[in-house]
């Protein structure tokens, strides 16, 4: 159960930005517990909400930008951490954020053969 606070800002987010809402319910529903964070395309976003690359590439920006998430880059995909801040540690250049994820691979990204398995 979320705290009246958290349902206030959720609710807030639905108004000003239902596509960055629609974003965010995602990486909440598939976050792990206790870190908080989901690895994730932007092309599983497109997929599972809906909408264009444009679209989810603007509503993740405005999640960043209003706090929602920070977003730790792995690779070329990035991880979305919920209102956490992540710790780092070690000398300027060779800092590092470890975490673990739940990573979403949706079957879209996957290579042909993918939907007989």
């Known amino acids: ?4 606070a958290a349902e ?10 239902p596509a960055a809402a629609l974003v965010f319910s995602v990486i ?6 206790g870190t908080n964070a989901v690895a994730i395309s932007n092309t599983a976003f497109c997929k599972i909400i809906g909408k264009s690359r444009a ?4 509503a993740i920006k405005h999640l960043a930008d209003h706090n929602y998430v920070q ?7 990035n991880t979305y951490v919920v209102n956490e801040q992540v710790a780092f540690a070690g000398s300027r250049g060779q800092r590092k954020a470890v975490f673990s ?9 996957q290579d042909e053969g993918w939907e007989q398995v």
Do not use: D, Y
């Open 55 to 58: 679209t989810v590439t603007r």
């Open 8 to 17: 206030k800002n959720l609710r807030a987010l639905q108004t000003a930005n």
């Open 71 to 77: 977003i730790v880059k792995v690779g070329t995909t």
């Open 28 to 33: 909440r529903e598939n976050m792990q517990i």
């Open 1 to 4: 159960m979320m705290s009246r």
């Open 101 to 109: 994820a739940t990573v979403v691979a949706h079957e879209c990204e």
